[in-house]
């Protein structure tokens, strides 16, 4: 076997267990049908209305800021890579800071890509939410795509799409590297959390962001980074 897959397998092997439990999630969301539970309970909460939607903190500081913040740590990353060409203490970063520069933005794209194929609408838009849309599980409406842009959620991949840096972490803070998955946990949940509340997803959109943002990172890694980068099991959601 090539060194290249073999390394290839080592990505696959970290976004198995990943899929397997998302998948399992997702089963309870649909039996239970907690996406509409969860939203519904949101929209009556804030009394029959998405009244949070434009709210400052929500929609300004931390949807449009949210992005903000991301897009410049991937400029920022993408600085350190092209300074790595004249700066000799970079040039031996160089390698993972065309990492880090590639995977979040990639995986920011496959979402992206996806909530164009998908169709599949946004709570706000439903008729049990306040919308003019009829609703349909998630299943469901894979199966009969509309005009809908908002599966996975976008928002959120821009928290998720930083797993690139746990990958990185052994190159970078080898010690630090369970602290960089819990922050990056907890930058996109903040991100799915403003979100929902929102109106703008369902819990099941967040979470195969979370996924797929997952997947890319992790089949890149082992392919850009350095082999001594040694990929450690995935860990549960």
């Known amino acids: 076997m090539s060194a290249t897959a073999h390394l290839s397998q080592g990505g696959v092997r970290a976004v198995l267990p990943v899929f397997a439990v998302a998948c399992l999630l997702q089963l309870l969301i649909s039996l239970l049908d907690l996406d509409l539970a969860w939203s519904r309970w949101l ?15 929500l929609s300004d500081l931390l ?12 400029l920022g ?9 004249r700066s000799r203490r970079l040039r031996r970063q160089r390698r993972v800071l065309a990492y880090l520069a ?7 794209m496959s979402v992206s890509v996806g909530k164009q194929l998908t169709g599949i609408d ?8 306040g919308g003019d849309q009829p609703y349909l599980p998630l299943i469901q409406q894979l199966l009969a795509p509309g005009a809908g842009r908002c599966f996975p959620a976008g928002h959120a991949s821009a928290g998720y799409a930083w797993f690139a840096l746990y990958f990185a972490a ?4 080898p010690r630090a590297r369970t602290g960089v998955l819990v922050a990056v946990l907890l930058l ?25 943002c997952w997947a890319v990172c992790a089949l890149l890694a082992p392919l850009m980074l350095n082999r001594t980068a040694v ?6 959601l």
């Open 63 to 74: 949807h449009d800021g949210g992005r903000q913040l991301s897009v410049l740590m991937a």
């Open 170 to 173: 052994p190159m970078l803070w």
């Open 122 to 129: 946004c709570p706000w838009s439903l008729l049990p939410l």
């Open 102 to 108: 590639c995977a979040p933005l990639l995986a920011s």
């Open 77 to 85: 990353v993408i600085g350190l890579f092209l300074l790595s060409w």
């Open 188 to 212: 996109g949940l903040v991100f799915r959390v403003t979100q929902q509340l929102r109106g703008a997803h369902f819990l099941s959109h967040d979470l195969w962001s979370l996924v797929l």
């Open 231 to 236: 990929l450690k099991p995935a860990p549960a």
């Open 43 to 57: 929209f009556t909460l804030q009394g029959g209305q998405w009244a949070l939607k434009d709210y400052w903190l």
